[in-house]
């Protein structure tokens, strides 16, 4: 067995579907656990307790939206959690990826045109890829 346990953080968009792919045909092989997760960003400049009720809104329909995207994972019989996280994404993900000592994170990454964005620190994945201790599979 390769991997044991396996997240995907997803963004609940649309390009993650080919990273949840992946995810379960690398379960199924290695009969690995999986962890779908999802950071939802805070506002910045507003304090949190200000935005409570829009912050448990926002979790109560993430959290739905990934118990629908981990029942394939569930029908092929791989043992599937699912968290929803409020913070900055690449810290709440590094941190879930180092608590729960992940084998392997699989994310959906996109292509970045050059510019301002392209220079450095824009893209979650290339945070989480620059700090995280295990190893990473980015998916286009």
């Given amino acids: 067995m390769l991997f044991k346990h396996i997240m995907v953080p997803i963004d609940l968009g649309a390009r993650n579907q080919r990273a949840?792919?992946?995810?379960l045909a690398l379960a199924r092989y290695d009969n690995a656990r999986v962890t779908l997760f999802h950071v939802i960003e805070r506002v910045p400049g507003i304090a949190t307790d200000e935005l409570q009720s829009f912050y448990r809104r926002l979790v109560t329909g993430s959290e739905r939206r990934l118990r629908q995207a981990a029942r394939p994972f569930s029908r092929a019989g791989i043992n599937v959690d699912t968290e929803v996280r409020v913070g900055a994404p690449a810290?709440?993900?590094?941190?879930?990826?180092?608590d729960k000592r992940v084998d392997l994170l699989i994310m959906g990454s996109h292509r970045?045109?050059?510019?301002?964005?392209?220079?450095g620190w824009g893209t979650t994945s290339y945070k989480v890829g620059i700090f995280c201790r295990c190893p990473i599979l980015l998916i286009k």
């Fill in 20 to 23: 949840l792919e992946t995810a």
């Fill in 91 to 98: 810290a709440e993900i590094i941190r879930a990826a180092r």
């Fill in 112 to 119: 970045v045109k050059p510019g301002p964005r392209a220079a």
